[in-house]
């Protein structure tokens, strides 16, 4: 048994040169349609999660969420550092391609920078604590 062919349908800018040839009103119309879609670019699917109310970041709230989660990674870095943790995923991701879930505090040898900076000031107050 053969499967007919069918024929293929025109791409829709076939469809808008067809129509600019056919029509010399429209052509105008068609070529403003044609350069808005070329500087707009690919098509992308709406965010579902996205907040319907908040309005586009402008480039200088862009810029400061920019810095503040680089400060922010900086500093789980520097922890993790200092307790010896998968910077990561802090040992919880099986899939973390760095230490594969085992990076939980202790995993390998703390920094002693940050050892000290930010772990040892804990001891006294838990030692302090106990009494």
Same mark, same amino acid.
């Given at each position: 048994?053969?499967? +007919?062919?069918?024929?293929?349908?025109?791409?829709? %800018? #076939?469809? $808008? =040169?067809?129509? /600019?040839?056919?029509?010399?009103? @429209? &052509?105008?119309?068609?070529?403003?349609?044609?350069?808005?879609?070329?500087?707009?670019?690919?098509?992308?699917?709406?965010?579902?999660?996205?907040?319907?109310?908040?309005?586009? +970041?402008?480039?200088?709230?862009?810029?400061?969420? %920019? #810095?503040? $989660? =680089?400060?922010? /990674?900086?500093?789980?870095?520097? @922890? &993790?550092?200092?307790?010896?943790?998968?910077?990561?995923?802090?040992?919880?991701?099986?899939?973390?391609?760095?230490?594969?879930?085992?990076?939980?505090?202790?995993?390998?040898? +703390?920094?002693?920078?940050?050892?000290?900076?930010?772990?040892?000031?804990?001891?006294?107050?838990?030692?302090?604590?106990?009494?």
């Amino acid at each position: 048994m053969t499967v +007919p062919e069918v024929p293929s349908l025109p791409s829709v %800018d #076939e469809l $808008l =040169a067809t129509a /600019r040839q056919n029509d010399p009103e @429209l &052509a105008a119309i068609v070529e403003l349609l044609m350069r808005r879609q070329d500087e707009a670019g690919p098509a992308r699917e709406p965010d579902p999660y996205a907040d319907p109310y908040a309005s586009a +970041p402008t480039t200088r709230e862009t810029a400061a969420r %920019d #810095e503040e $989660l =680089a400060l922010l /990674r900086r500093r789980n870095d520097t @922890l &993790a550092a200092g307790t010896g943790a998968c910077h990561l995923c802090w040992g919880d991701d099986l899939l973390c391609p760095l230490c594969a879930g085992r990076g939980s505090p202790g995993w390998q040898t +703390p920094d002693p920078w940050a050892h000290q900076r930010y772990i040892a000031p804990i001891r006294p107050a838990e030692e302090g604590s106990e009494s």
